[in-house]
Antibody
Framework: QVQLQESGPGLVKPSQTLSLTCTVS??????????WNWIRQPAGKGLEWIGR???????NNNPSLKSRVNISVDTSKNQFSLRLSSVTAADTAVYYC??????????????????WGKGTTVTVSS | SYELTQPPSVYVSPGQTASITCSGD??????ASWYQQKPGQSPMLVIY???KRPSGIPERFSGSNSGNTATLTISGTQALDEADYYC??????????FGGGTKLTVL
């Protein structure tokens, strides 16, 4: 059974960099076939996709966050990480990591997240 | 950028059928996924590729997608189905996009 667990500081000061790690258990990131994602959710609001990383280190990010986001993978530790720079109060949210499957059916691409971590709350405040 | 629109709330009586819509430009040309999120929990995949159910998801959950609208249907709705539901799709301009979410109330 694949499980994902987020970890990192719960409090970050404005203008600093938010750093989170997702530890994967029950499966090997380096086995391929999946993408590894970060999603966030401000209190009482909807889900926002942040970005993904593949086992090779290739990444895709939300265009609205692109310049501030860095996602990396460490296959030796079976972990992937998120760094979000220059944070403000608007970055306060629950941050989730999730496993994503990408399937192509009749030239149409399906992206969906089948396993999610429990989430970790990050507050940006001085 | 691509956007998905969901009604903020849907109400259904126990045992009845609940339908939650997700609208976007040419949504029928894309694959829709649906997630259920209960208070204090992480989202859980209930439908992928428009109408497929992951293992363990009850048969009362079904999905469809055509035109500009994807629909999540819950037949014989139970009290435990009360939750927030989010649709999700992929677009070449925006990558992954989520709808704003729909709060399903069973009363």
């Amino acid at each position: 059974q694949v499980q994902l667990q987020e970890s990192g500081p719960g409090l970050v000061k404005p203008s600093q960099t938010l750093s989170l790690t997702c530890t994967v258990s029950g499966a090997s990131i380096s086995s391929g076939g999946y993408y590894w994602n970060w999603i966030r959710q401000p209190a009482g609001k909807g889900l926002e996709w942040i970005g993904r990383v593949y086992t090779t280190g290739r990444t895709n990010n939300n265009p609205s966050l692109k310049s501030r986001v860095n996602i990396s993978v460490d296959t030796s530790k079976n972990q992937f990480s998120l760094r979000l720079s220059s944070v403000t109060a608007a970055d306060t949210a629950v941050y989730y990591c999730a496993r994503e499957l990408v399937v192509v059916v009749a030239a149409t691409v399906s992206f969906y997240m089948d396993v999610w971590g429990k989430g970790t709350t990050v507050t940006v405040s001085s | 950028s691509y956007e998905l629109t969901q009604p903020p709330s849907v109400y259904v009586s126990p045992g009845q059928t609940a339908s939650i819509t997700c609208s976007g430009d040419k949504m029928g040309d894309k694959f829709a996924s649906w997630y259920q999120q209960k208070p204090g929990q992480s989202p859980m995949l209930v439908i992928y590729q428009n109408n497929k159910r992951p293992s363990g998801i009850p048969e009362r959950f079904s999905g469809s997608n055509s035109g500009n609208t994807a629909t999540l249907t819950i037949s014989g709705t139970q009290a435990l189905d009360e939750a927030d539901y989010y649709c999700q799709a992929w677009d070449s301009s925006t990558d992954v996009v989520f709808g704003g979410g729909t709060k399903l109330t069973v009363l």
